[in-house]
C-alpha cells in the first residue's frame, strides 16, 4: 500500500518558500490586490457603519438602526467578497497544487484562471454543500434534545450542548481528511472527483490528522511571531492614534481624513503581515497536500481511478 511521511510532507511548504520566496509572496499578495479594489468600492459604505456603530456606543438597538440605510450596500458587499474569496481560494490552491505536481509551469508564480481552477470551485463548491448537510443532520437531533433538557438546569443545557459540539466537530474532520485528495485529484485529473478521495486516503486518517495539527501549529507560530511585530511596530509609528481610538471611538472616527493620515501607516505594515501570512500558509498547508497525493496515488495520478 502507498504511503507518505508526514515530516517529508511537512518539509514541501518550506521547500517551496525557499525555493520560490517571489513566487509565495504573489500568492499572499494576490488576495490583496483583488479585494482592495472592492473595499475601495464600498469605502463610503463600510466607513459610514464604523462611525454611525462607534456613535451607538454599546447600544445594541441603537447600532442595529444605525445600520440599517446601509444594508443593502452591505449584503452586496458581502456577496460579492465570498463570490471573491471562493474564485482566489480556487485560483492560489491550483498555483500551490501546479509548484508541486507541476514545477515547469511557474510563469506568474504559477498562477493561472481556466478549466482546472473552475473544477476546483465546482468541488470546493460540493464539499461545503456536504459539510453543510453535516452541520444539518447534527442540528436537528439537537434542537430536540435541547427541547428536552430545557427544564432540566443548566448543567444539562451546557452537557448537551458540549456533547453535541464535540461529536459535530469530531465528524466534520474525520469527513474533512477522508474527502481532503479530491482537490489534489481533480486538479491532476482535470475532472470532478469527490468520494474518490474515500479509496486513497483509507487507512492513512490519522497520518493526515498528524500531519494538519503539526502545519496549523507551526502556522500559527509564524503568525504569533508576525502579528507581535507588527504590533510594535504599529505603536511606534502611530501610537497616539491608536490610543485615542480606543479611548474615544466616537471622536476619533468623526474625521474621515485624519484617520486615514493617522492609521494609513499602520494599515501598510498590517496589509504587508497578510501578504506574507496569506502566502506561507498556502505554502505550508495547501502544497503538501499536492505531495500526500502523489505519494498516495503512487506517483501516478491515474492510479488513483483504476
Not at 500500500?1 to 494576490?30: K, Q, T, Y
Not at 479594489?37 to 466607513?47: D, H, M, S, V
Not at 501546479?98 to 470551485?121: C, D, H, N, T
Not at 479509496?199 to 496549523?216: D, E, N, P, S, Y
Request: net charge neutral.
Amino acid at each position: 500500500m502507498a504511503e507518505f511521511s508526514v515530516p517529508e510532507a511537512l518539509s514541501v511548504g518550506g521547500g517551496l518558500i525557499a525555493r520560490r520566496p517571489l513566487a509565495v509572496l504573489v500568492w499572499g499578495a494576490l488576495p490583496i490586490v483583488v479585494v482592495v479594489p472592492l473595499l475601495l468600492a464600498f469605502a463610503g459604505t463600510l466607513f459610514a457603519i464604523i462611525v454611525q456603530a462607534s456613535k451607538a456606543g454599546g447600544d445594541q438597538t441603537a447600532i442595529a438602526a444605525s445600520i440599517l440605510p446601509e444594508i443593502g450596500g452591505l449584503l452586496l458587499f458581502v456577496f460579492l467578497a465570498l463570490i471573491l474569496l471562493w474564485v482566489l481560494g480556487a485560483v492560489t490552491t491550483a498555483a500551490a497544487y501546479r509548484a508541486v505536481l507541476r514545477p515547469e509551469q511557474s510563469a506568474f508564480g504559477y498562477l493561472r484562471f481556466g478549466g482546472e481552477e473552475l473544477w476546483l470551485m465546482a468541488v470546493s463548491f460540493v464539499m461545503g454543500l456536504v459539510f453543510f448537510g453535516v452541520g444539518l443532520a447534527f442540528a436537528i437531533p439537537q434542537s430536540i434534545v435541547n427541547l428536552a433538557v430545557m427544564n432540566s438546569g443548566v448543567q444539562a443545557q451546557v452537557s448537551a450542548a458540549a456533547l453535541f459540539g464535540l461529536l459535530r466537530y469530531g465528524v466534520t474532520i474525520w469527513l474533512w481528511l477522508r474527502l481532503s485528495m479530491a482537490l489534489p485529484m481533480t486538479f491532476a485529473d482535470g475532472k470532478f472527483h469527490l468520494f474518490e478521495s474515500w479509496a486513497l486516503t483509507r487507512g492513512h486518517t490519522v497520518q493526515l490528522l498528524v500531519f494538519c495539527i503539526l502545519a496549523a501549529l507551526i502556522l500559527v507560530g509564524i503568525e504569533l511571531v508576525a502579528f507581535v511585530l507588527v504590533i510594535g511596530g504599529g505603536f511606534l509609528m502611530a501610537g497616539g492614534a491608536l490610543r485615542a481610538a480606543f479611548a474615544s471611538p466616537q471622536a476619533f472616527f468623526a474625521n474621515p481624513q485624519a484617520v486615514i493620515a493617522a492609521l494609513g501607516p499602520v494599515l501598510v505594515l498590517w496589509t504587508l503581515m497578510l501578504v506574507v501570512i496569506s502566502g506561507v500558509s498556502t505554502a505550508l498547508f495547501r502544497a503538501p497536500f499536492a505531495h500526500i497525493y502523489r505519494r498516495l496515488a503512487a506517483a501516478d495520478p491515474a492510479a488513483a481511478f483504476t
